[in-house]
């Protein structure tokens, strides 16, 4: 078995889409995908993007991709990366393509001199969390993420104009 991390391109966006799509029934929540394997080619890969893919392959054939993009923290002084989706098929896990796949991330955060790796991952998601202990992450329970999107992400931006 041959496991090979490999920069997303253009022509990935279908496989990236699929897999999106899966690992949303997975969180159960397909309902939520919105996008398309064009919009995904376009906004993903287009010259304006400041995010990232990277495409697992086992064998030859896409088991699983991560997006990412930098971020930056004030109190280091420094740029970090924020992982915003890690996913392999679930035929293939297990096999260390999910490791390889975050090592990689992991190794251009430490090449950038980047100052941490960071993602969210579902409480109820104990897999995810178990493996994330493996490898020595650390939960960061004090921080509450906060969301505006949809409506009320236009409501407040509109608000007062």
């Known amino acids: 078995m041959s496991i090979t991390i490999r920069q997303a391109r253009p022509a990935d966006a279908q496989t990236i889409y699929a897999m999106i799509y899966e690992l949303a029934v997975y969180e159960k929540a397909p309902e939520e995908v919105v996008?398309?394997?064009?919009e995904i080619r376009?906004?993903?890969f287009g010259a304006e993007s400041k995010t990232e893919a990277l495409i697992c392959e086992v064998d030859g054939t896409a088991v699983g991709y991560a997006v990412f993009f930098t971020s930056y923290s004030t109190w280091l002084g420094r740029n970090g990366i924020y992982l915003e989706d890690l996913y392999i098929s679930p035929d293939?896990?297990?096999?260390?393509?999910?490791?390889?796949?975050?090592?990689?991330?992991a190794q251009l955060a430490v090449q950038r001199r980047c100052g941490r790796l960071e993602w969210s991952v579902l409480d109820w998601n104990q897999p995810a969390i178990d493996f994330y202990l493996s490898i020595?992450?650390?939960?960061q329970s004090e921080w509450?993420?906060?969301?505006?999107?949809?409506?009320?992400?236009?409501?407040?931006?509109?608000?007062?104009k």
């Not at 996008?35 to 064009?38: N, R």
């Open 92 to 105: 293939a896990r297990g096999n260390g393509a999910g490791k390889a796949l975050i090592k990689h991330i």
């Open 42 to 44: 376009e906004t993903l």
């Open 136 to 139: 020595g992450a650390v939960a």
């Open 35 to 38: 996008t398309t394997p064009e």
């Open 144 to 160: 509450v993420r906060y969301r505006l999107d949809g409506d009320a992400l236009l409501k407040f931006a509109e608000a007062g």
